[in-house]
């Protein structure tokens, strides 16, 4: 069966620190990759999106930028962070092929900023 | 850009009443899909609808998609606890695998 992993689950960092997320999905092979950043209380906000290795594309313009240097891990990244930048990151996969193609999501990393 | 709105924000109903969220997309959907977000965890996805005007029921909720494919609701039947949580709609760009995600409607269920 397909499972989807995402750590830290919980961070603390200052502004102007480096962050370096990562997401790992096993039981599946080219999956489609989601970062998304939720605030709290809010929806969800689609930040990248990936078919395949190296394939990122960028949602909307921001402090964060992402890679996919296998198949089935997807990292998140900031140079700097900024307190804008506090949130839950839930990493996602959907797959290919069928019908139905639904997004699996990762248990997500709550991240603040301070 | 294509929107998906969800009305209401947040509902508070006793136990044993009705629940209803309401989904409208600014442009025609390929689809639509449904997600539960228990607090604390992720959303969980629930079902798709991809035909004008269809309907899908699992057991107490009943989904719909709307003749123009531009809106859809999610009905709940008779509350219980464990209905506690925020439904998520997310429509579907054509052609791509994005979603386009509401902003999500929470549901807080009184004993």
């Known amino acids: 069966s397909q499972t989807i992993h995402q750590w830290p689950a919980t961070l603390v960092q200052p502004v102007g620190s480096p962050l370096s997320l990562e997401c790992t999905v096993e039981?599946?092979?080219?999956?489609?990759l989601y970062w998304y950043r939720q605030a709290a209380g809010r929806g969800l906000q689609l930040l990248f999106y990936?078919?395949?290795?190296?394939?990122i594309s960028s949602e909307v313009p921001q402090n964060l930028s992402a890679s996919r240097p296998q198949d089935r891990q997807f990292i998140l990244s900031s140079k700097k962070l900024l307190l804008s930048d506090s949130g839950f990151y839930l990493c996602?996969?959907?797959?290919?092929?069928?019908?139905?193609?639904?997004?699996?999501f990762g248990p997500g990393t709550r991240l603040t900023v301070t | 850009g294509q929107q998906v709105m969800q009305i209401p924000q947040y509902q508070h109903v006793q136990e044993g009443e009705d629940f209803t969220t309401y989904c409208n997309s600014s442009?025609?959907?390929?689809?639509i899909q449904w997600y539960k977000q228990r607090p604390g965890g992720h959303p969980v996805f629930l079902i798709q609808?991809?035909?004008?005007?269809e309907v899908k029921k699992q057991k107490r909720l009943t989904f719909q998609f709307g003749e123009a494919k531009k809106n859809s609701s999610l009905h709940i039947t008779a509350t219980q606890t464990t209905d506690v949580g925020t439904y998520f709609c997310?429509?579907?760009?054509?052609?791509?695998?994005?979603?386009?995600f509401g902003q999500g409607t929470t549901l807080q269920v009184k004993p």
């Open positions: 997310a429509g579907k760009r054509s052609n791509t695998g994005k979603l386009i």
């Open positions: 996602a996969w959907s797959g290919t092929g069928g019908a139905i193609h639904e997004q699996y």
């Open positions: 442009t025609t959907l390929s689809n």
């Open positions: 990936s078919v395949g290795i190296g394939q």
């Open positions: 609808l991809v035909k004008s005007g």
């Open positions: 039981g599946t092979s080219n999956p489609n």
